[in-house]
């Protein structure tokens, strides 16, 4: 069964601080990984996408990173600002079947004074 | 070039009614996907379409639920006879085509079945 996990399921952090967020995936056959933003009460927004030969993408303070032999993903958020605070979601694509994305339940990020 | 819209944002109905949802993709966009998002939980695809066709409707209940995206006009989500675990966020997305493409994500839409 295609899963995809995510940890911490929340998170806090001071504003300016860096923080990383993790992403374990189980999906076959793999196609791309990606990470979206969702603010509340709004669609989900991408910040990046990764084929599987791309093992790192950055998106301004978003850098995102692939290990696609232990199926693991990580989003790093530099210099936090309370902006930053939302719903971080990994997504996984297989290939075939019209581009099916497979979601985590997300890390809740709150970034305060 | 305006986003995916969806609409109404918010739709009340009670049980046993219809609930009927829009999604107009972005411009020149032809494939439109439903997802679903219960409380607590991440999103669930539902079904993807091109024009006048269904292409993958695997993650769509079999029963009460239908979707279409026709030739001229918005892609229509169709909820018959709704119960309460109908309630969530609905959301729509769209992209150029298959592949590594982007999908971009409308505002959704909030069923509440009372």
């Known amino acids: 069964k295609n899963q995809v996990e995510q940890s911490p399921q929340s998170l806090i952090i001071l504003e300016g601080k860096n923080c990383t967020l993790q992403?374990?995936?189980?999906?076959?056959?793999?196609?791309?990984l990606r990470w979206y933003k969702q603010d509340t009460g709004r669609g989900p927004v991408s910040l990046t996408i990764?084929?599987?030969?791309?093992n790192t993408k950055s998106n301004g303070r978003y850098t995102a990173t692939l290990d696609a032999d232990t199926k693991q993903s990580s989003l790093h958020i530099t210099a936090s600002q309370l902006s930053d605070s939302a719903s971080y979601i990994c997504v996984v694509s297989t290939t075939g079947g019209g581009n099916k994305l497979t979601f985590g339940t997300g890390t809740q990020l709150k970034v305060e004074l | 070039n305006a986003g995916v819209m969806q609409n109404p944002r918010h739709l009340v109905r009670r049980r046993g009614q219809e609930a009927r949802l829009r999604c107009s993709p972005m411009k020149g966009h032809s494939h439109v996907y439903w997802y679903r998002q219960l409380p607590e939980e991440g999103l669930k695809f539902m079904v993807y379409?091109?024009?006048?066709?269904?292409?993958?409707e695997s993650g769509m209940p079999k029963e009460r639920f239908s979707a279409e995206f026709p030739k001229e006009g918005p892609s229509i989500l169709r909820i018959q006879q709704v119960v309460r675990g109908d309630s969530a966020a609905y959301f729509c997305?769209?992209?150029?085509?298959?592949?590594?493409?982007?999908?971009?994500f409308g505002p959704g839409t909030r069923l509440t079945v009372t």
């Open positions: 379409l091109q024009k006048e066709n269904i292409i993958d």
């Open positions: 990764m084929t599987f030969s791309e």
């Open positions: 992403c374990n995936y189980t999906v076959s056959p793999f196609s791309n």
């Open positions: 997305a769209s992209s150029p085509g298959q592949g590594v493409h982007e999908q971009y």
